[in-house]
């Protein structure tokens, strides 16, 4: 490597650099119903009379609780499919001189307990203690099988559909940066109730979003489901964007952002839109279907809101608040890469 060779920054390959990969190395074959494509959360594959899902996702910015988390975070990508995650395999890595018995067993029993909670096989994978680690690192893959007639893609987005959001935005960075940042943030002031509470974000309001994928299936016909992650909802929506070919509208002001998560962002000078969003789901449906999904939402006591319209491409992707409206943002680099420095 050169010394004017570009290095990618912390977080996620520049779409523009991994679709230009995609298009040079991906191999698929007829049985491919979903292959990669930016914005797309899982493959699809022809299995007879069904469909096949597969996903592969790593936790990588936390350690504690890594074993519950990534199975929350695989089974996510497999229900915005339409799909039951069944099956589960893994990738553990542990730090050189730091893999005691009880901390691996720790691990462990996180993966079981998801798992067994979800209904989920855990069926093989590996284990090892590497070089050159500073925190454990889990990589999951997770299958699942789908009817036909109901797998849902983000490609499905039509223009004139909805789009609706479950829950607030940033509820895994805020988790995060309450884990990660703890001892600096009791050093300017907060409170352990406080960051306890955000701490708790991984489990409540939560970032599993299989049970209100579920709901939408049942309560009115979905035509796409999205699991914004890295980049937040901003780049979640640009991903929605790109991969049905359409352009987007959203209203700001109707985006929930809990108490806790602006508390945060103001403290580390990030900008939520742009903050890691695993717990929130996009979905897009026609507007005569909203009201009954909506209500749906509100009989189990989920939070959801119509944040946006699903445009022509040509409208590009667009943001509205009491300022006017403008382009929206799209992140680079997650706003949570700043808490960790370069």
Known sequence: ??????IFPLGKLPNEHLQRLLDKYALTDERVIVGPKIGEDAAVIEAKDRYLVL????????AEDIGWYVIQINANDLATRGARPQWFLSTLLLPEGKASPEAVEGIFAQIWQACKSLGISWVGGHTEITHGLDRPIVVGCMLGEVAKETLITTAGAE??????LTKGIAIEATSIIARERADLLRQRGYEEEFLARCRDFLYRPGISIAREAGMATEAASIHSMHDPTEGGLANGLFEMAWAAQVGISVDLPTILIYPETRILCQEFSLDPLGLIASGALLLTLSPEQTPALMERFRQEGIEASRIGRIMAQGDGIRAKDGNGERDLPYYERDEITKIFGD
């Open 1 to 6: 490597m050169s010394a004017k060779d570009p």
């Open 55 to 62: 996903k592969t996702d790593p936790i990588t910015f936390v």
């Open 159 to 164: 223009v004139g559909d909805d789009i609706v």
